[in-house]
Every structure is written in C-alpha cells, then in structure tokens.
C-alpha cells in the first residue's frame, strides 16, 4: 500500500509541476509557432521575485499572486523584444531559440548578480506535514496537486469561453484570417507569452516552497517540459498535460523500482520508442489549435 501510495502521490506532484510548464511551452507554440528556451528561466524569475516580496515584508498571499503578474508583464516585454521584430522571417523557429536562449542567459545571469549564488527558499503555501497510505507528505505538495488542475480549469475555461481567448485560439488555427477579420495579432501574441511566463513563474513559485532556489534552477524543468510537449503532442495544450501526468507516474514508478540513477535513462527510451510510433506525439490532434 505504501508502495502504490508513494507513486501516485508522486506522480501527481511531478506532473502538477510538468503540465504547469508544458501548458505555456505548447501555449507559444500554438499561437506564434516558435520555442520560447527562456521558458525555465521565466520560472526561476517568478520564484526569486516572490521571495524579493516576501523579504520586504509582503505576506505570501500578496507576494505570490504579485510575482505572477509580474512575470506577465516579463513575458510580454521578452516577446516585444526579441520574438517580435523576427516574426515573419523565413527561419524565425532557429532565430528564436538563439534569441530566447540569449535572453534566457542574460536574465540567469542578472539573478546571479543581483541576488548572489546563495540557496533560498520561499515560504510553503500552506506549512506542515501529513501522512497519506503510509507515506509522509508535505502540505504544500499536496495543495499544488489540487491547485494546479484548477489553474489548467481555469485556463480551457478562458481559452474556451472568453472572446479574448477565442482569438488566441484563431490566432493559433490561422494568422492569416485573422489578420483579415480584424483581430490585433501583434496583441495576441504577446498575450501568449505573458501567459506562458505566468504559468512558470507560478511553477517556480511552487518548486521555490519545497526545494532550495537557485539561478539555474529552471534548467532541468525546461527539459522536462520539452520531453512532456514532444511526448504528448505540441498541436494543443491538452496533449501536454496528459502527457505530463503520464510521464509524472512513470518517473515515479521508475525512481521506486529502479532508483533516481535510471530514470532518466528509461524515460528517454520510452520517449524514444513513442515517437518511432507516433512521431507527432501520443495525444496529438489533428490540426494545430488551443484545444
């Protein structure tokens, strides 16, 4: 029981964190067909101005949802700046992952300097700890478990029921008629990012709860969340989370019987052998769009 218990706990917790990044990689993808490689640092970003709130006296519950928005308005100047002027270039995908890459590198950096290579942390979104089957857990992992789907809720909800969210979804099926209907596309773009850089900054705020923060800590999460869009299909949003759950209970599975050492190793294969089969991804649509 504590076995079975151990991986489904971790399995949510880990593809909480993965649908949480792939969701915003998949999200500029769909809409402007490009791969934002600054994506893990947005996350280290959100997580370092949350603690820079909560260390000048901000409670958490005001620090947090601050850090959120600010790391939209860091996505949309990213997107202004350096995706922007590329858009309409015959290789803009190579020229924006040497672009995001670049800025990615600047932004790792200035955190460097402007808050020193000294572990920190952020507080827990709600302190203390419990047992579920046998197996310790933190309250705070378990409040990103029930978070998280609700935050990916509210997103289809938006992306799905809201007119402004409509158009990011014709702004994703086709550019070009929606140029022609009269929708702001340069706009929609940068609402795209800002959502996006959102969502990672929310994930490093998360992580930022339970594990030590540093610079480079949105490096390996960047991966992950590139394995979970490839894996699961980068053509819509849904895909990405599915797959990020999957590939959560299959690392979970894989460190219990295997060790942490393997994992890695095995994933790889998986993904690997899934895309010799299905090289668009398991849970790839049909046709590109925010579905």
């Not at 672009?99 to 790792?108: D, H, K, M, R």
């Not at 699961?232 to 599915?242: A, D, R, T, V």
């Not at 959560?248 to 010799?276: D, H, K, N, Q, R």
Request: glycine share 12%; proline share 4%.
């Amino acid at each position: 029981m504590s076995a079975l218990a151990e991986i489904l706990f971790g399995g949510l917790f880990q593809g909480s964190l993965y649908a949480m990044m792939a969701v915003g990689l998949a999200l500029v993808w769909t809409t402007i067909g490009v791969f934002n490689f600054s994506h893990g640092v947005f996350m280290m970003l959100g997580a370092y101005i949350a603690w820079q709130l909560v260390e000048l006296g901000l409670p958490a519950a005001v620090a947090f949802p601050v850090a959120v928005v600010v790391m939209a308005g860091v996505g949309w100047i990213l997107q202004a700046s350096v995706v922007r002027p590329l858009i309409g270039r015959p290789n803009i995908v190579l020229v924006v992952v040497i672009t995001t890459l670049a800025a990615g590198s600047l932004i790792e950096n200035g955190a460097l300097t402007i808050w020193g290579p000294r572990s920190k942390q952020i507080p827990a979104l709600i302190a203390g700890n419990t047992t579920i089957g046998g197996v310790g857990v933190s309250l705070h992992q378990i409040a990103i478990i029930v978070i998280t789907p609700l935050i990916l809720a509210a997103l289809w909800m938006f992306l799905n029921r809201t007119r402004l969210g409509l158009a990011l979804r014709a702004v994703a099926q086709n550019e070009d008629a929606s140029h022609l209907v009269g929708l702001n596309v340069t706009a929609l773009y940068g609402l795209a990012f800002a959502i996006a850089a959102s969502l990672a900054g929310l994930a490093g705020i998360f992580m930022g709860g339970y594990r030590f923060m540093s610079p480079v800590m949105g490096s390996d999460p960047l991966l992950k969340a590139l394995i979970v869009v490839v894996f699961g299909g980068i053509s819509s949003i849904s895909g990405p989370i599915f797959a990020a759950y999957l590939i959560g209970f299959f690392e979970a599975a894989c460190s219990y019987y295997f060790g942490l050492y393997w994992t890695p190793a095995l994933l790889f294969g998986v993904l690997i052998l899934t895309l010799m089969v299905r090289p668009e991804g398991i849970f790839a649509s049909r046709s590109r769009g925010l579905a």
